[in-house]
């Protein structure tokens, strides 16, 4: 089945205690996006890759870091979180760019106290 | 950067009415226009979707119409039904760039 996983789905932190959310698609997209939803505020983007070793800058990067070693995977890494990125975070996978039909996975949930 | 306006926030409708949510983007290089539908705990999921060589598009109820000059669009859902209840975003991408920017949102609501 063709998909985006995200692990994990929930996650309790607390301010400054780095963490990774792991990202995966099993389409061979060469694109790949997180995005942040806050109630009001609708979906942001915070980086996203063209490719292997490509990665960009969305509109609210600040406090975030990705890496794209494998077309596959895309891993959104903060380094040290703070209570402003509670938040759910989707990311999301397509053909070949933003010009494209999007794959959400189902989100993860990410509180910091 | 891009901005996008979506309106109304919320909306609701009698099942069988017809929706309209309309949204106005800033940019006027922008040239792809996605709407994206979410339903409660999901990830959003591509409804439709319009380029900018393209005036309207239509898929069974539902169609987008572009107006370049006034750089807006809409969607339209015809014939609504109780699952036609979700939050539907808008979405422009500038062209050149892979950025995409979205609206804040419109939830829908259609009572049967």
């Known amino acids: 089945e063709a998909q985006v996983t995200q692990n994990p789905r929930y996650l309790i932190t607390v301010t400054g205690k780095k963490l990774t959310v792991t990202c995966s698609q099993n389409m061979n997209h060469e694109y790949m996006s997180w995005y942040r939803q806050d109630p009001g505020l609708g979906l ?16 609210v990067p600040e406090g975030y870091k990705v890496s794209r070693k494998e077309k596959r995977n895309f891993p959104l890494i ?4 703070s209570p ?26 990410l509180t910091v106290t | ?11 609701s409708v009698q099942e069988g009415d017809s929706a309209v949510i309309k949204c106005t983007y800033s940019d006027s290089a ?15 999921q591509l409804i439709i979707d319009i380029r ?7 898929d069974q109820r539902i169609a987008v119409t572009l107006n ?8 339209h859902i015809t014939e609504t039904q109780p699952e036609d209840s979700a939050v539907y975003f808008c979405a422009a991408r500038k062209g050149g760039s892979e950025k995409l920017v979205f609206g804040k949102g419109t939830k829908l609501t259609v009572n049967p």
């Open chain 1, 44 to 59: 942001r983007q915070i980086y996203y890759s063209m490719n292997v070793e490509v990665t960009d800058k969305g509109d």
């Open chain 1, 78 to 81: 903060l380094e040290s979180p």
């Open chain 1, 84 to 109: 402003n990125q509670t938040s759910l975070y989707f990311c999301a996978s397509s053909f070949k760019g933003a010009g494209y039909e999007q794959y959400f996975g189902p989100g993860t949930r």
């Open chain 2, 1 to 11: 950067g891009e901005n996008v306006e979506q309106h109304p926030s919320t909306l």
């Open chain 2, 30 to 44: 922008s040239n792809y226009f996605p709407w994206y539908k979410q339903e409660l705990g999901k990830g959003p």
């Open chain 2, 52 to 58: 900018s060589n393209v005036g309207e598009k239509k």
């Open chain 2, 68 to 75: 370049k000059t006034a750089k807006h669009f809409s969607l």
